[in-house]
């Protein structure tokens, strides 16, 4: 998928623009570390090519640290984007901060859009705009993205950069996983001693976004595509130790995006960090199956309790994810690579299954019998009817007499039970309740 960064001073209006193309007024993945205090990251659809969009924001007004600030941020957008949005403001016209992005992104080659913002008044061009030719970007797209006056013409600019077909043709029969984990978990080692195991590289394809390179494998028989999201602490003219990490994170979280299986890379010399648990719970939230392959397991001292441990400690640690399978490997001897695509065939059958109703129902019936629904001031819950919905992940609407009734934690009950009866591991579950009538 294309990815567009929008790049500008502070104030300027780049978080405005984005919720306004995005359509979105929340902060999006707000809990994820290094991700700015507001908006970064979503996605969007423009005459209908779908593409990412971020917003590079977050600048502190500090006059000294605005500039350095500024360079990372335009050097970011220029290391991952396919084209680059700069927004400048009509009201304070051409800025000296304005020309030394603009000088350090024609430098960059790659496509620039130059957004004017802040032109709210309808109609002819304000003669203020000429002045932004000075930049030497080419034509200034005038835009209010208060009202949304002018953004039509600024998207039809945008796709036209984008890259025709590009990644890998998405196919039914290829699961697509992304490999996903702090620097120096091995992720890079994984793919390479997986490619070269194999022999069967048909070719690297440059990825949609620039970081992640998807290498096509073949693993007896079967075939899969690999997104490797390696390389994300690019040493760049980046200073800013945020920035990097905030685009380390977002890369993450875009190959969760186009995969089918997430595998979750653990140091087992680190362990578990914080940054693991954000992008486990996107991927957990995107309904997405996931494998966590604890690496470097060939480095632990061990004896017969060392696995149990390990384990007891990772199931505190993604107690989130109770339904995620655990597999120690060692990227670099090849150990236990094998069991790591069992799983990740196994937990991609799971994300994709499709239950019948009348199966469903007769589970329900057996569940209700064991354990009562919940009551409250004399009136008792009453599940009348379940029935699958969709996969990927797999979604249950449940048919009930009064909604407020079906507590979370009877909710959490039936999912277990759907997970116990039909063996269903390594893929969320979404319970949708459904008042009946509704």
Known sequence: MALAAIVGRPNVGKSTLFNKLTGKRTSIVDDAPGVTRDRIYGKTEWLGREFMLV???????????????????????????????????????????????????????????????????????????????????????????????????????????????????????????????????????????????????????????????????????EKYVLIDTAGLRRKSKVRSGENVEKFSVLRALMAVDRADVCVMMIDAVEGFTEQDSKVAGYAHDKGKASVIAVNKWDLIEKNDKTMKEFTEKLEKDFSFMKYVPFVFISAKTGQRIDKLFELIKYTSEQNARRI????????????????????????????????????????????????????????????????????????????????RGE
Not at 87 to 99: H, P
Not at 361 to 375: E, F, G, I, K
Not at 391 to 412: A, E, G, M, W
């Open 55 to 221: 917003d590079t924001g977050g600048i502190e007004d500090s006059k000294d640290e605005i500039m350095s600030e500024m360079r990372a941020q335009a050097q970011l957008a220029i290391d991952t984007a396919d084209v680059i949005i700069f927004v400048v403001d009509i009201k304070s016209g051409v800025t000296a901060g304005d020309s030394e992005v603009a000088v350090i992104l024609q430098k960059s080659g790659k496509p620039i859009v130059l957004c004017v913002n802040k032109c709210d008044n309808v109609g002819d061009n304000p003669p203020e705009l000429y002045e932004f030719y000075n930049l030497g970007l080419g034509e200034p797209f005038p835009v209010s993205s208060v009202h949304g006056h002018g953004t039509g013409d600024l998207l039809d600019e945008v796709i036209k950069h984008f890259p025709v077909g590009g990644g890998v043709p998405d196919d039914p029969d290829i699961t697509h996983i992304a490999i996903i984990g702090k620097p120096n978990a091995g992720k890079s080692s994984l793919v390479n001693k997986i490619a070269g195991t194999n022999r069967v590289i048909v070719s690297e394809i440059a990825g949609t976004t620039r970081d992640a390179i998807d290498t096509p494998v073949e693993f007896k028989g």
């Open 356 to 435: 019948s109703t009348g199966l469903l129902n007769d589970m329900l019936a057996v569940a209700t019998a064991r354990v009562q629904p919940p009551t409250d001031k004399g009136k008792r819950l009453k599940l009348f009817y379940i029935t699958q919905a969709s996969v990927k992940p797999p979604t249950f609407v449940i048919f009930c007499n009064k909604l407020d009734l079906f507590h979370f934690s009877y909710q959490r009950y039936i999912e277990n039970q759907i997970r116990e009866t039909f063996s269903m591991d390594g893929t969320p579950i979404v319970i949708i309740p459904r008042e």
